[in-house]
């Protein structure tokens, strides 16, 4: 697993939106960058791990809250894709090349999200905004892409 952890800034780079709780995702994995065409919302089952079964479960959702600096926290939703040949396995929540849960991936979703919580930490502080290292992008509320 590889730990993702940091702040969001506005697109033009001249404002931290928030902070988000660390989290670690399956090493072979990579945070999607693009239009993503899937209807999966982070507000209809909060803080967790979820399988896109519209996408074959090639990607899942990380759906996390964002801190920002008045204390007041929204969901925020970043994906990423499994490497080629491998599913997200909501049961493991893990990529896997022999998972065979996609199709019942949805019904997992409440019981996955206990087990979820083991991999999230707390809050980064970020000095302020950076134009080097690492910083996610958002854009209503969905982490779109990053920029190094």
Known sequence: MKEIAGHIQSIEGDIILGVFRSFYVPQSSNLYEGTISSSF???????????????SCQMFHVCTPVESHDGAATQYRFTFRCAEGEQFDQRSLTCSRSSNTCSSASSLFRNSQQQSQRLFSGFSSPAGPTNTGVCYLAKNQIITGIRK
């Open 41 to 55: 919302s982070c507000s209809a089952y909060g803080q967790g791990y979820y399988a896109d079964e519209e996408n």
